[in-house]
């Protein structure tokens, strides 16, 4: 096996290094898209890897020509198996001319396409290298083409296809028209360095860079250039792309397979504990069933066990796994319970005193109280028939909601009053009855007299107006005055005409 230390030159820049590679590609199948005169040896695809570049022109025999006017030129060499490739050269058709602008061939040079593919198709392949920035002056007669893949078809390709533009001096038709293709590398497929002595990486998959070593992909489970981390933060497998499951305190599963070595967490199950529990079942490893007592029974949350949308009537907390307490009952323990006796707690589902109820209270809830004149413990207290209004009392105390009726006192008005009270008040009463028929009379009185007094003051105008008229009148009137005064006024009193003051008040 022949090796070849070689300067690296490339299209676009210089490397400084030399490295010895292997020309894995010396003798090795080829073939080519529409050869120039067929059945010619002179032309065939094989030409251009029997280490022969000392003649360059079309007719040497070393070189490969394909048929004229052809819109794209196809050629490859097929290296048997998948290698290490480092560089390519490609020695292009000169015509063992001065290369340059004035050599007509570098027309057909510009423009060109390496691939490097595990088949035949182009398409399957990467890319390599497409000549984009070169032109007749500047395109070198030996192209060296850097290039770190593996693979085990080298594609050249080149097209001039109708209707498409191309930049000036491009040929009119597309060939191959080289000489010499030399594929650099290691044949050995999980080597690299400059001898292909340093084996690549233990947990490299399959192929390593063939210059650093570095991991074109990692063993599952593995990552970073030479594939020496496991995979962490909850990931694992081929290029650490997957997602751990729920294990068991959330620890990191296995980098490689993903299982759960300690079990899943709580809500999932399986070996990479990513199937949620299914219904009915929560908690650790899904060995929890959801209570009986959820809304809906047996669902609840995977994780956590609470229950779909709450719990039945008489339940709370978390897993509905608690009695309503706290004088509440019923549907999320929102209902109040009644007036239980000895304040004790209903019963959590229907609010219904199992003890009886509180004095004055009555009903299964203890949320009524006693009917109208009935009281105390059980409601079986009558309420007393002496209240002012009769068996109106408390329902609770049996006192009597207002006062009691006459002769009757106490809370509940069942306590007959003392004599000494009831004739003092039989007295007060008789006095006050007397003190007000007084009062009337003496009004009536006083009305009267005030009433003849307005009479008479009416008569002795009348009589001094006919004395002032007749003066034999006046003279005599004052005697009269003066002698009969009282006599006269007693007259007045008696012309009340045989009424008397019984009369006035009835």
């Not at 400059?194 to 074109?216: A, D, L, M, R, T």
Request: proline share 3%; glycine share 8%; net charge negative.
């Amino acid at each position: 096996m022949m090796f070849t230390c070689v300067a690296i030159t490339a299209l676009v820049f210089t490397i400084d290094f030399i490295f010895c590679y292997e020309n894995i590609a010396l003798n090795k199948s080829t073939w080519q898209k529409l050869q120039y005169n067929p059945g010619d040896s002179r032309f065939h695809s094989s030409n251009a890897v029997d280490g022969l570049k000392t003649d360059l022109s079309a007719f040497g025999g070393q070189c490969v020509l394909t048929a004229d006017k052809q819109s794209t030129a196809t050629w490859w060499v097929n290296l048997t198996s998948v290698v290490s490739i480092h560089h390519i050269l490609i020695y292009y058709r000169t015509e063992n001319e001065e290369w340059g602008p004035s050599n007509p061939y570098t027309t057909r040079f510009l423009g060109f396409q390496l691939y490097i593919s595990n088949t035949t198709d182009r398409f399957d392949g990467y890319l390599c290298f497409h000549d984009t920035n070169h032109n007749r002056s500047t395109i070198p007669s030996v192209a060296n083409i850097s290039c770190p893949i593996h693979g085990q078809y080298v594609i050249y390709y080149n097209e001039r296809l109708p209707n498409a533009t191309y930049p000036s001096g491009y040929s009119q038709f597309a060939f191959t028209d080289f000489c010499e293709v030399e594929v650099y590398g290691c044949s050995a497929p999980r080597v690299y360095g400059s001898n292909c002595s340093i084996p690549c990486p233990v947990n490299c998959k399959q192929y390593c860079h063939v210059e650093s070593g570095n991991c074109f992909q990692c063993d599952p489970g593995y990552k970073d250039g030479h594939c020496e981390q496991q995979c962490n933060m909850r990931k694992y497998g081929e290029d650490c792309s997957q997602d751990c499951g729920v294990c068991l305190d959330y620890k990191q599963c296995d980098h490689i397979n993903g299982t759960c070595d300690e079990g899943c967490d709580s809500g999932y199950y399986d070996l990479l504990c990513k199937t949620e529990c299914i219904p009915g079942k929560y908690g650790v490893n899904c060995k929890d069933t959801c209570s009986e007592l959820c809304t809906v029974t047996n669902r609840c949350n995977h994780t956590s066990g609470e229950c779909e949308g709450g719990c039945k009537p008489g339940w709370k907390g978390l897993l509905c796994d608690k009695e309503c307490d706290g004088g509440k009952y019923g549907s999320h323990c929102n209902e109040t319970c009644g007036s239980c006796r000895y304040l004790h707690q209903c019963h959590h589902i229907n609010g219904s005193c199992e003890d009886g109820c509180k004095p004055g209270y009555q009903g299964v809830k203890c949320d009524n109280v006693c009917s109208f004149g009935y009281f105390g413990s059980d409601c079986k207290e009558e309420c007393s028939a002496f209240c002012k209004k009769t068996r109106d009392c408390h329902h609770v105390t049996g006192s009597c909601r207002e006062s009691c009726k006459a002769g009757w006192q106490g809370h509940d008005c069942f306590q007959i009053q003392a004599k000494e009270e009831s004739d003092w008040q039989s007295r007060f009463y008789g006095l006050l009855a007397g003190f007000c028929v007084c009062v009337a009379v003496i009004a009536v009185l006083l009305v009267v007299v005030f009433l003849q007094r307005r009479r008479m003051s009416g008569k002795r105008a009348g009589q001094s107006h006919k004395e002032s008229q007749n003066p034999q009148c006046n003279a005599g009137y004052v005697d009269v005055m003066t002698t009969e005064n009282v006599r006269s006024e007693y007259q007045e009193l008696s012309d009340i005409k045989g009424s008397s003051t019984y009369d006035v008040i009835k």
